[in-house]
């Protein structure tokens, strides 16, 4: 039981002892004391008045004396203006930090037989280009959305869908055909998602280029232009005959996928992020495709005179939805609707959680209602976690124009700035030890970058702010971890099975507290969906550490009670902070 809650229940005796009355947890619920107060927590005892008859200041000092003799952990109060300031004793602080110590899950649930099994969807990238910044974004919430809901005690699938057919895909085919002179990854020295994008930039630069020539040579404008595109045209086709089952289309198509997924798998390995299971788009749609026909014979979708399939959900306050073109081929909703009965069959899920941004919450909107208007009773419970977009200093990535933070490129880029930024603490370690701690320090830095902001928001990434080694960094709280195990390396004859008796000082029970906070901070951020929180948990229990660290001698303290404490409560914190920032997937190097 947390010092909250023991406070919160003995309030709650309190009143009822005092005057009669019946009164919920929630409502003394204590709260940490401001700074410039005595105190750690304080219970606001306005909520209160209507019960006890008496003014704030006699009611919570009644309530303060009440608990002081009657609930071991507090060992004074003081009273200002109605809120009840509570100071913890040292001794339970001592023990808490025994109970924390002797527990290697601590703060972590684990799943059993009746636990919930959540489903979350992330990465869903398009075969056409590979992944970029904004991908980054949505792997890692994705992930570390995963690892916080196994922490809250859910089972988890890790799932992901590939787009790996449709117009932009046969975009990069057609150029490929046209322009690629049977370059192969291996002839052209890049991973295989790379060469396909770029085959996706040519097309849309000859595309572009065809347009403006038919303005100019016709006189009309770029939209009459667009219908009159024979580039465009053949992109079509191609689609077409790929739905149709054409061998060669589906030849080149097996092809040119196998080199991006190639490229992708790389890339995943790099960002440390995993599926349990992949679907793809090519397997899904037809799915769709059969339930959205089906959907035609029950009334609930209908044909237009071109052939074109659609929705009228203006029932619903939306508008009529698009589900199958007019020469028949799928949109992104028939493979989601394909995808997501698949799912269902494949798994007993309780809770499905699509991590996409949030220019897509009108599509999940829409899922949600068709599927439940197709009979799947589950459609409404499914769950669009909506995360903002990632923006640069120069502006928005446009995936056409060749203008994306390619992932690689910033998995690069990030791991030789920590290099860079490390080369003097580094010095002397060997090569490959300081290779391997650049990587950690470099993608850590990203990972924490991107996740720290409230995802829900859109961000500004700044690679250069990301890699300081101070402030609200990732590096600044690896390396606070790689001090803790520095120290606990040179604490000779130190055994942490051993109980010291010394009782903390003011600041060592604020640091006892913090990391005590870690279980509802987990539980906090998987009610919210929100790796934030525990990225700034993290930052916080650093910052907090490094304040000791330099405030008291650990293993030149020469009270040897007072050093056995120290160094309980520096490994206590060490693990804390190597647990939150797994949770964000991120590594934590031994030394720096």
Not at 6 to 16: H, S
Not at 109 to 120: C, H, I, P, Q, T
Not at 218 to 229: C, G, L, P, Q, V
Not at 350 to 374: P, R
Request: hydrophobic fraction near 40%; include cysteine; aromatic fraction near 10%.
């Amino acid at each position: 039981m947390t010092i909250e809650n023991i406070i919160a229940e003995g309030v709650v005796k309190a009143v009822k002892e005092l005057y009669g009355a019946d009164v919920e947890p929630k409502l003394v619920a204590p709260s940490a004391t401001k700074k410039e107060f005595e105190g750690d927590l304080t219970v606001v005892v306005f909520p209160l008045l209507k019960i006890s008859r008496k003014a704030p200041d006699a009611t919570a000092t009644e309530i303060g004396e009440w608990i002081g003799k009657n609930i071991d952990a507090v060992e004074r109060f003081n009273v200002v203006k109605g809120f009840l300031n509570i100071t913890v004793s040292p001794a339970f602080w001592l023990g808490l930090l025994h109970e924390i110590a002797a527990d290697p899950d601590f703060g972590i649930r684990k799943a059993d037989d009746s636990s919930d099994l959540v489903m979350v969807e992330y990465s869903s990238p398009n075969t056409n280009k590979p992944l970029h910044l904004g991908h980054v974004r949505n792997n890692l919430l994705g992930y570390s959305l995963s690892q916080i809901l196994k922490a809250n005690g859910h089972k988890v699938v890790k799932t992901n869908i590939v787009n790996d057919r449709g117009i932009h895909i046969c975009k990069s085919m057609l150029a490929w055909k046209k322009w690629g002179e049977n370059a192969t990854p291996e002839s052209a020295g890049k991973k295989g998602d790379h060469l396909i994008g770029d085959f996706y930039v040519a097309f849309d630069k000859h595309y572009k280029a065809e347009l403006k020539e038919i303005m100019e040579r016709e006189n009309i404008s770029e939209e009459e232009a667009e219908k009159k595109s024979a580039l465009m045209a053949e992109a079509r086709e191609m689609l077409r005959k790929w739905e149709a089952g054409d061998e060669e289309v589906r030849g080149l198509w097996k092809m040119m996928n196998g080199w991006v997924y190639a490229g992708f798998d790389e890339t995943y390995r790099r960002l440390g992020v995993d599926f349990d299971k992949i679907y793809y788009e090519s397997d899904t749609y037809l799915e769709g495709k059969d339930l959205i026909l089906g959907g035609i014979e029950k009334g609930i979708m209908y044909r237009k005179d071109d052939g074109s399939v659609w929705a009228d959900l203006t029932g619903d306050g939306l508008d009529h939805k698009l589900l199958l073109r007019a020469d028949g081929t799928s949109v992104y909703m028939t493979q989601d609707i394909g995808t997501a009965k698949l799912r269902y069959q494949d798994f007993p899920i309780d809770k499905m959680i699509y991590v996409v941004g949030n220019e897509q919450n009108y599509h999940f909107q829409v899922l949600s209602l068709l599927l439940d208007k197709l009979g799947f009773k589950w459609g409404k419970d499914l769950t669009h976690f909506s995360y903002g977009m990632v923006e640069l200093p120069e502006g928005k990535m446009k995936s056409r124009e060749g203008t994306v933070v390619d992932a690689d490129d910033l998995i690069d880029t990030m791991v030789a700035s920590a290099a860079e930024m490390g080369a003097e603490r580094f010095a002397e370690m060997p090569a490959e030890e300081s290779a391997e701690i650049s990587r950690m320090v470099g993608l850590g830095a990203l990972k924490y970058f991107l996740l720290k902001v409230d995802p829900r928001k859109n961000m500004l990434f700044n690679p250069k702010e990301s890699i300081d080694f101070n402030g609200n960094t990732g590096p600044f709280i690896q390396y606070t971890y790689a001090r803790i195990r520095s120290v606990i390396r040179k604490a000779e004859g130190f055994d942490p099975a051993v109980t010291p008796q010394s009782e903390p000082n003011a600041k060592e029970s604020v640091l006892i507290q913090k990391v005590a906070d870690f279980p509802s901070v987990v539980a906090e951020a998987g009610r919210n969906y929100s790796p934030a929180l525990i990225a700034n948990y993290a930052y916080d229990l650093a910052k907090e550490y490094n304040q000791f660290y330099h405030d008291y001698s650990i293993l030149r303290e020469e009270n040897e009670q007072k050093r056995n404490l120290r160094l309980l409560l520096s490994m206590t914190v060490g693990r804390t902070l190597k647990s939150a920032m797994s949770l964000l997937g991120i590594e934590m190097p031994e030394r720096m």
